[in-house]
């Protein structure tokens, strides 16, 4: 082993003497069959799942086409008429009673879902009165503005709880009639178009500036047919869901089954 290992050197002669475990053939071959099938439902489960999760921004370009050309002629309206931007900011680290509460506090770790429930760290409601953090209500659009994960991808989600954000975001609260759910989901199928917005600030850090994302310009479909492409959306995340608790009954089983066939081998 090289030099710093943890590990003693085992020699060929010890290596040798290891006993396994040997079922007769006849109870290896059921094994193998047995983990064969369950493994072949668990890999067709999660290709059901990927499928359907591709189905959302396929549902969109067929309803409303590409935003980037808008082949259907929808009225354009820059993002800036739609929606008011929101700041969020850190607490002091000195302050353990900021650090204290049940408010989520949400940061870029926490954007790696189309909807926010929670948060991984959360503060006191003090930082409300006491700092300038503000609430982010309900419905808000959120959206990644700072932060090497710009190199490849433009987090966007939308949530469904009351939370506060860090400064490497931006909360984007609708202004005039627009579905959130709609706005949220061109912005994901544009994410092409939004990386290209992205710029590098001096010390190395991806940026996407406000007035370039304020300027983003937003195909906007009647309310009643935006309304419909959520509705639909809504099903197909209940599909999803059914989908992700399939494979996760089916990831049990198989683990299950595999525990008890080595376990009657012994």
């Known amino acids: ?47 059901a799942e990927k499928k359907a999760a591709e189905l959302i921004p396929a549902l969109f370009l067929d309803m ?19 929606v008011s931007f929101m700041s969020g900011g850190t607490p002091s680290k000195s302050r353990e009673d900021f650090w204290q509460g049940d408010l989520p506090w949400v940061s870029p770790k926490d954007m790696k879902q189309a909807y926010i429930v929670d948060a991984i760290d959360h503060v006191s409601r003090k ?19 700072r932060g090497m994960i710009l190199v490849h991808t ?3 989600a939308q949530s469904l709880i009351e939370h506060t954000i860090n400064q490497d975001m931006k909360a984007l609260l609708p202004v005039v009639e627009v579905n959130v759910g709609y706005l949220l989901w061109l912005m994901k ?3 092409p178009q939004l990386l290209g917005l992205v710029t590098t600030a ?19 479909p ?45």
């Open 222 to 266: 009647p309310l009643e047919i935006q309304a419909s492409f959520v509705e639909k959306v809504a099903q197909i995340e209940s599909i999803l869901s059914q989908q992700s608790a399939a494979t996760a009954k089916a990831q049990a089983t198989f683990d299950a089954l595999l525990a008890k066939a080595f376990a009657s081998s012994e």
């Open 189 to 191: 199928v544009s994410q």
């Open 127 to 145: 930082v409300l009165s006491e700092t300038n953090i503000k609430l982010v209500p309900i419905g808000s659009l959120l959206i990644v503005v």
């Open 64 to 82: 409303f086409g590409d935003p980037a050309t808008n082949p259907k002629g929808w009225s354009v309206h820059l993002l800036k008429d739609l």
């Open 202 to 220: 001096a010390h190395g850090t991806k940026k996407l500036d406000t007035e370039r994302l304020e300027n983003f310009r937003i195909p906007l």
């Open 154 to 156: 433009v987090p966007i």
């Open 1 to 47: 082993m090289g030099q710093g290992s943890t590990f003693a050197a085992i020699g060929r002669a010890e290596l040798a003497k290891i006993e396994f475990l040997l079922p007769p053939l006849t109870e290896q071959r059921r094994i193998e069959e047995i983990l064969s099938r369950t493994e072949g439902i668990v890999r067709l489960r999660r290709d």
